[in-house]
């Protein structure tokens, strides 16, 4: 594995769970995994051991480059040592808005050290699996030097694709090909996601129906002609869930527990989480969202226009909403606003992982309204909390939620087709009025239905699993 960010060391996103959670489940599957990773400053070298040293040739200089090792869970997590990495606060930026201008630079180092790790610690890869734009050139490199090593090369979220100058590509000092450009002429730019799928052996993305939306003008981000192209070895594996932290049953942050066998502690929940949010009538469904305040988890079209579509189903004041996030500050100043105006709605600005377990497990419906969603992660939280998704109907939102209305035998949720605001509100109904009309008996059904899908990392490592033997020598 070859990744910007893995948990259980570094994370800016679901980038780092998906890293740690499938490389663990990998392993116990017996694949030999290491994971190739930065050595960031702010990692806890205890437990590290000394590994190999080499050096990285870019632009013709040298660079001296040193690795440190630890096992966890039988996989060994292999921290590269630069300055590029070792003398920055952060991952990709000090912060998340304001990135590194050297990052091309950083990250071409990043995938120029794979392949000479490999050789100075003697470890016989088959497969290099690697994520996203910042280890785009690896296939390319393998492909230059490797008849026997096979890549793959996983597209978490098309929309970040590590463009940069059309001269930084000359530090990697790889040999100049078409693949690894946008853009013609002088307005080409060096693109390191376009060069990952132009040469990997195969291709895959976090949901089956993502990978069919980017071979589309709508959701290709530009490269859907090049997705089109590879589409006989583009395939869709859904993300797992970590079932150890997101277990209803055992949730450190919230006592007493519930099952799809036991029920009753969740509407104890539900009162407590409303209370601690100052939110009245607990007969009321009560809808959540935890979410990034961004344009593509739906909130232009939760939050503008006057009145907003949200304002429009608080006056109903037929159900209660928790919203809870940070980002967009235009999003988090009419939420705080509405907050002050409405009884039925608590708006918090914050990231709080323990807010987001007792919320996830104290409502009743999810509102997920994603533009687009190569996997998502919180729809499948909330069936296995017994907590009905409403959801637009993309990415992996259609992969995971059957719609109730549409199918009322192995339903579990609220799905809408189009993406605007009225779509948006007539699936909100349909579910209230399904909490209003449908029978206690029916609603705990669909409730249990989402808490025994299988949503286990088991799932999906047997399919990469399947995967890298279709390709290994």
């Known amino acids: ?44 070298k205890k437990g590290f051991k000394k590994g190999q040293s080499f ?19 039988n996989v060994e997590f292999v921290g590269l040592v630069h300055p590029y990495f070792t003398k920055r606060k952060g991952i990709y930026g000090d912060t998340s808005f304001t990135p590194y201008p050297d990052n091309a630079e950083r990250f071409s180092l990043f995938s120029l050290s794979v392949l000479p790790y490999l050789e100075a610690s003697g470890f016989d ?9 910042t280890t785009g050139l690896v296939p390319y490199i393998v492909k230059l030097n490797s008849k026997k090593i096979k890549t793959v090369y996983t597209i978490h979220n098309l929309a970040y694709q590590g463009e940069a100058s059309r001269y930084d590509v000359l530090l990697s000092g790889l040999p100049l090909r ?20 132009s040469f990997a052996d195969k291709v895959t993305t976090v949901s089956p129906t993502y990978a069919k939306e ?15 192209e590879r589409e006989e070895d583009l395939s869709g594996i859904i993300n797992g869930i970590d079932y150890k932290e997101w277990n209803p049953e055992k949730d450190k942050f919230f006592t007493p527990g519930f099952s799809a066998k036991n029920l009753k502690n969740k509407q104890l929940l539900k009162e407590e989480v409303m209370k601690e949010f100052g939110l009245k009538r607990p007969e009321l469904p009560l809808i959540s969202m935890i979410s990034r305040l961004a344009d593509q988890k739906g909130f232009q079209e939760l939050l503008s226009g006057s009145p907003s579509l949200l ?18 500050k235009r999003f988090e100043d009419k939420l705080i606003e509405l907050d002050g105006r409405y009884e039925n709605l608590s708006a918090r600005i914050v990231f709080s992982n323990e807010v987001a377990h007792r919320v996830e497990g104290g409502s009743d419906f999810f509102l997920m309204p994603s533009r ?22 993309t990415g992996g939102l259609k992969d ?45 059904e669909a409730r249990k239905r989402g808490m025994m899908e299988d949503f286990t990392w088991v799932k999906s490592a047997s399919l990469y699993n399947d995967l890298y033997n279709s390709i290994a020598n």
Request: net charge negative.
């Open 1 to 44: 594995m070859v990744s910007s960010e893995t948990v259980p060391f570094s994370k800016s996103g679901g980038l780092a769970d998906v890293i740690g959670a499938l490389s663990f489940a990998l392993a116990k599957t017996g694949t030999n995994v290491k994971v190739l990773m930065p050595m960031y400053s702010f990692i806890d």
């Open 55 to 73: 050096t990285v040739e870019m632009l013709g200089a040298e660079e001296e480059v040193s690795t440190c090792s630890k096992t966890v869970e």
């Open 125 to 133: 890869a088959d497969i290099i699996h690697c994520h996203d734009w």
């Open 178 to 197: 078409d693949e690894l450009f946008t853009g013609t002429g002088l307005s080409s730019r060096f693109n390191m996601m376009k060069t990952g799928i």
């Open 214 to 228: 980017i071979t589309s003008k709508e959701q290709g981000c530009s490269l859907e002609w090049l997705l089109k």
């Open 311 to 328: 304002e429009n189903m608080l006056d109903k004041n037929n159900s209660n909403f928790i919203i809870i996030g940070t980002g967009d």
């Open 372 to 393: 687009y969603e190569p996997c998502g992660l919180n729809q499948m939280y909330s069936l296995h909390y017994g907590t009905l998704p409403i959801a637009h109907e």
């Open 400 to 444: 995971t939620i059957v719609d109730i209305t549409s199918d009322k035998v192995n339903g579990q949720g609220f799905l809408f087709k189009d993406m605007n605001p009225e779509e948006m509100e007539k699936a909100v109904d349909r579910a209230v009025d399904f909490y209003n009309s449908a029978p206690k008996k029916e609603i705990e």
